[in-house]
């Protein structure tokens, strides 16, 4: 389970073997290669890496053949950006993205640096080009002759022993331990409070996680948070040991790919402290090479010792994330989680914030903008599920937004404070939503003004590589209905144009639409009729009952009559759903019709029965029709 996160985490910078003399203090830097070919030549000196490939006209080499020959400085966050440092000149690219910054600028190419087999593949001649290296072409063979990086060349993840560092650690998560030599710093969480390093053969690794643990737990409750960690491993030792005079629970265990685990745990200042040492090696004994590393772990930092690198992502509390897809960089609270997708989200008190970039649409405006969305709260929203609606506006580092502040409910049991901030620069907008506890008070308010504070959009990274994004969700008009028709089972049926269709081949049995409000589902069952069915629902809902102990009543309403057809309609309500927990009701109409039973079902939350949204679900009722 967590095994594979860790693997996961390291896979992007899984690296070609270099010779040593690719790395040797030699000023010139004469790289041969060729395409399909497992062969690198690095100063008449040759070693096997994986193939270069070529994708759209885009030679694509291991990133190990740039970062080695040339002594470029890497660092890697989010699993994702790699950024490249060489004597003053800085190469970003981003894995799955054709952009690539270099000092700054934007180039655009053919093909996205990508991983392949477990590789990072980055463009050569881009990166050539930046490092003032010359590229030539002699048949199959690409060579590429350029001078090495002076010092380390630049500010990678590994540490520079010349610059006196011999130690590394977290100053935040406290914790401290010798530099693992030879190996590379290739990953760290959101939050900075997991690290894992590799070799570039991809043969020994370290791994040190910080989780908060204020509750003392036994020594058997240790291991059990170390076992934790593994994927399908076989426990070979397990016992207490003694490091400095402070007991330590280790577990020791192996793989079927030939991988031994050292798992170390120690509880500490309320955390508790997970480092584990690997190895693929032929005995477990190998093990003993990492031991003197593993024992210089401390759950403390020294702020004053100069040989202590602070690889720390945490700064005033606030942890830096990134978009680049989206051209955005903003600034999270410790604890915030997030990935390359603008959604982030806080475990502790449920707060999140999502970003989303549009289309100006010819003649719209930003008031316009911020009515649409007001206007769609207070139809789609019962009036005694939201409160406190109020208009402001708030300077960012990218221009001056609109807010739409409320408080909404999904239980009338909790609040919760949601804001919608619009900003419009020239042909685009930007929006964000943030949700917060709605008790959070001044405090909470504070969190979100820090927070927006940081937030910087690249406006020029998207007016060139974005084009016309239309905003589903937010049309100017009123959703066209769109006609659907069954050949097969013989009806036309009316679906509103935002809905989205989650089973929508009306050519098979089960066809099935949601919005934000609830759902819309058809069902035909051969042979099957509306006694069956009854049965099966009650017999449903008491097992629901009786397992979930839930609160659902079930009430026949006879027949009703929509369109030119009786149909017999059942009513199910639920005051918690067993999936989020949400009040609602379920009507289900029934009819038998040519040896089927053709049932329609929709369902609405308590807190979205509204005119507007009844309306809405009689509007596709009413427009279902046989045709045969």
Not at 444 to 465: L, R
């Amino acid at each position: 389970m967590k095994r594979l996160f860790i693997l996961l985490m390291a896979a992007v910078l899984l690296l070609g073997v270099l010779p040593a003399a690719a790395s040797a203090a030699e000023p010139n830097v004469n790289i041969k290669l060729s395409v399909g070919s497992s062969t690198l030549t690095v100063n008449g000196v040759n070693s096997t890496i994986q193939k270069p490939i070529q994708e759209n006209g885009t030679t694509m080499v291991p990133l190990s053949v740039i970062t080695k020959a040339f002594g470029a400085g890497l660092k890697l966050e989010n699993n994702k950006i790699i950024t490249l440092t060489y004597n003053g000149t800085t190469v970003v690219l981003t894995l799955g993205s054709k952009t690539v910054k270099v000092n700054g600028k934007d180039v655009v190419l053919t093909a996205a640096p990508k991983v392949v087999n477990g590789v990072t593949m980055v463009p050569l001649r881009v990166i050539a080009s930046a490092f003032g290296a010359t590229l030539s072409v002699n048949g199959s063979v690409i060579t590429i002759t350029g001078m090495k990086a002076s010092g380390n060349g630049g500010t990678g993840s590994g540490i520079n022993p010349d610059a006196g560092k011999s130690k590394v650690g977290d100053s935040y998560y406290g914790w401290s331990m010798n530099y693992p030599s030879g190996l590379t710093l290739v990953n760290q969480s959101a939050s900075g409070n997991v690290s894992t390093w590799r070799d570039v053969q991809d043969l020994k690794m370290i791994f040190v996680a910080v989780d908060d643990m204020e509750s003392e737990l036994s020594k058997e409750e240790i291991r059990e948070e170390l076992l934790m960690y593994s994927d399908y491993e076989t426990v070979i030792d397990k016992r207490t040991i003694v490091v400095g005079g402070v007991n330590i629970e280790r577990v020791i265990t192996k793989d079927n790919s030939g991988w031994f685990y050292e798992y170390r745990g120690l509880q500490s200042n309320g955390k508790l402290y997970t480092v584990i040492g690997g190895m693929k090696t032929s005995s477990k004994d190998n093990l003993k090479q990492l031991q003197t590393l593993l024992d210089s772990f401390k759950p403390s930092f020294d702020k004053s010792d100069k040989k202590l690198k602070d690889v720390s992502k945490v700064v005033n509390g606030m942890v830096k994330m990134t978009s680049p897809a989206y051209g955005l960089v903003l600034q999270l609270p410790v604890g915030w989680s997030g990935g390359q997708e603008p959604m982030y989200y806080n475990m502790a008190d449920h707060s999140s914030l999502m970003f989303k970039t549009t289309s100006l649409v010819e003649g719209d405006t930003l008031d316009q903008w911020l009515s649409r969305i007001r206007k769609r709260v207070e139809t789609g929203i019962a009036k005694d599920y939201f409160r406190n609606m109020t208009e402001s506006e708030l300077v960012l580092k990218d221009g001056t937004a609109k807010v739409l502040t409320y408080e909404v409910t999904f239980d009338k049991k909790e609040w919760t404070k949601q804001r919608e901030i619009l900003l419009v620069v020239n042909k685009f907008r930007y929006a964000f939503s943030y949700s917060s506890p709605a008790d959070g008070g001044a405090e909470a308010d504070k969190v979100f003004a820090k927070i927006m504070s940081t937030v910087d959009i690249d406006t020029k990274y998207i007016e060139a590589n974005f084009s016309s994004i239309e905003d589903e969700t937010d049309l100017l008009e009123a959703p066209k209905l769109l006609v659907k028709k069954s050949k097969k089972y013989g009806y036309t049926v009316s679906i509103p144009s935002d809905w989205s269709g989650y089973q929508k081949d009306f050519e098979k049995p089960s066809i099935y639409y949601a919005n934000d409000m609830g759902d819309f589902a058809i069902d035909i069952d051969e042979g099957k009729t509306i006694q069956d069915a009854i049965k099966e629902m009650t017999n449903d809902i008491k097992d629901l009952q009786d397992e979930e102990d839930a609160n659902i009543t079930l009430k026949d309403e006879g027949d009703v009559k929509f369109g030119s057809n009786t149909w017999r309609k059942l009513s199910v309500y639920m005051t918690e759903s067993y999936y989020d927990d949400l009040p609602y009701t379920m009507d289900v109409y029934m009819i038998e019709r040519n040896g089927k039973l053709y049932s329609i079902t929709t369902s609405i939350y308590d807190m979205n029965v509204t005119e507007q949204n009844l309306a809405t679900l009689r509007t596709m009722l009413e427009s279902f029709a046989f045709t045969s």
